[in-house]
């Protein structure tokens, strides 16, 4: 093993092993933190994806802590602490602190900080993070319903969560390609920088960011600062280029989708699939908690439903509606008591003979893996930038994608089923 990743969420877990499939690593994705000793699946790289996004800031910690002590264990020669491509976080972490331990741990001088995602409009200029045409903090993750980003500049967002000096490589500097890269680290680093945030606004820009971090222990970011890894394993010798997959084979069995994505992707996505006549159930925070609804019904619902469509299970809800649900439960008990239904769900629909399953939403991700019981996942086709199929090898006999929440073009739903045989 080469690589080892340690990502935040599931579907940011499933993001960078796609990544790092199509560009020649064979990646399988564990899920959880490995338990002392215990050994991993052999690959090229490994992805732990762990739910400590949200989490407290101790368990985050130490939960990446274990996994990092997995992968390099495993030999891992190089670690990857892969975080949102919007850096979902509070002012509280979890990313500093997590970056600060690995950081000890790993005894690196230095980490990048960079986020980019060019395919799905995550760029970084001047140290702002943009989404598409705006600044992060005027995107639509300024109402995300667990981490609100209201904030674009990742030196300061980062200095909030860490007592590191950040330090910043600048455009310019990119575009004078990998060895200005390095020259400008090393600069920064004797001025006491610890951790460097990169401009990036093209794939050509994170080969270049990849290049130049060869060298360091701990790398921090989204997926793409993933994109340049293999080829310095290949340039090394140790790694042999290989085709990603095109197609996945799945088990016989029903088709369904489950959304707590309350993100604006995910709800044109949710419109289209209900315009294209999805059999489609709306489940409510408010009614769960009262328990007029509940797990065991909803999935007698997605069972009875005609076969010939995916059926759709989904919370998902404008930001007005989720700001009221979360005025009368609280934010947490809101998302708890979502995601601890669709995690009964999922199992039940599993054992009632599911075995294609579109997820939205990270944390909802995060539930329905843990309530399915899944451990390790195989990656398959993609079917947009961040989003690719997997195959379940430890847990349920199922084909399962974890769509990040603001992933996808608006037919995500209606064509993701054709990558299947
Ligand atoms: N209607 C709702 N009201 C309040 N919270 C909700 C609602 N629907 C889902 N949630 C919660 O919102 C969070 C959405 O986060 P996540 O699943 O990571 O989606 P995304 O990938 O879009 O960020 C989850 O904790 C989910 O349980
Ligand atoms: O980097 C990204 O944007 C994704 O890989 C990711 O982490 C997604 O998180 P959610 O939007 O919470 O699914």
């Known amino acids: 093993m080469l690589l080892g990743v340690i990502a935040d969420d599931m579907t940011g877990a499933t993001d960078v092993a796609l990544m790092l499939n199509r560009a020649g690593m064979r990646t399988v994705q564990v899920i959880g933190a490995p338990s002392a000793g215990a050994s991993l699946p052999d690959a090229d790289a490994v992805v732990v994806a762990l739910k400590s996004r949200t989490n407290p800031v101790a ?48 005894g690196a001088e230095m980490a990048i900080i960079c986020p980019a995602f060019p395919a799905n409009g995550r760029s970084i200029y001047q140290g702002y993070l943009f989404v598409g045409a ?88 989204g997926s793409g600062i993933a994109m340049g890894l293999p080829r310095n394993f290949r340039e090394a010798g140790l790694l042999r280029q290989r085709a990603a997959p095109v197609s996945l084979s799945a088990p016989k069995g029903r088709a369904g989708i489950i959304s707590g994505s309350c993100s604006t992707a995910t709800r044109g996505q949710i419109k289209a699939a209900i315009a294209a006549g999805f059999p489609a159930l709306k489940v409510d925070p408010l009614t769960l908690t009262a328990g007029t609804q509940t797990a065991a019904m909803l999935a007698a619902w997605a069972l009875a439903q005609p076969q010939d469509k995916p059926f759709l299970l989904y919370s998902s809800d404008d930001p007005t509606e989720v700001a009221a649900i979360q005025d009368k439960l609280g934010r947490d008990k809101a998302g708890e008591t979502v995601e601890h239904a669709f995690a009964e769900t999922a199992r039940l629909l599993a054992d009632g003979g599911v075995s294609k399953l579109l997820v939205a939403g990270g944390e909802t991700s995060g539930a329905v893996v843990q309530g399915l019981g899944i451990r390790t996942l195989e990656i398959g086709p993609e079917i947009d930038p961040g989003v690719p199929w997997t195959r379940v090898v430890a847990g349920p006999d199922l084909v399962i994608a974890l769509k990040s929440g603001n992933f996808g073009t608006p037919d995500f739903f209606l064509k993701a089923w054709a990558l299947l045989d």
């Open 59 to 106: 368990e985050a910690v130490s939960d990446s802590l274990a996994a990092c002590e997995a992968l390099l264990a495993a030999g891992a020669r190089q670690i990857l602490f892969k975080y949102c491509s919007t850096f979902d976080s509070t002012a509280e972490g979890n990313i500093g602190p997590v970056a600060d331990a690995l950081m000890r741990r790993l």
């Open 134 to 221: 705006v600044p992060l903090h005027e995107s639509s993750m300024k109402d995300h319903p667990l981490t609100p980003m209201r904030d674009s500049n990742l030196m300061r967002l980062m200095g909030t969560q860490t007592k590191a000096p950040v330090g910043h490589v600048g455009y310019a500097t990119v575009l004078a390609g990998a060895e200005a890269v390095k020259a400008r680290f090393a600069a920064l680093a004797g001025e006491g920088a610890r951790y460097v945030v990169t401009d990036a606004l093209t794939n050509d820009d994170l080969m270049v960011l990849g290049e130049a971090v060869a060298g360091h222990v701990l790398l921090t970011g």
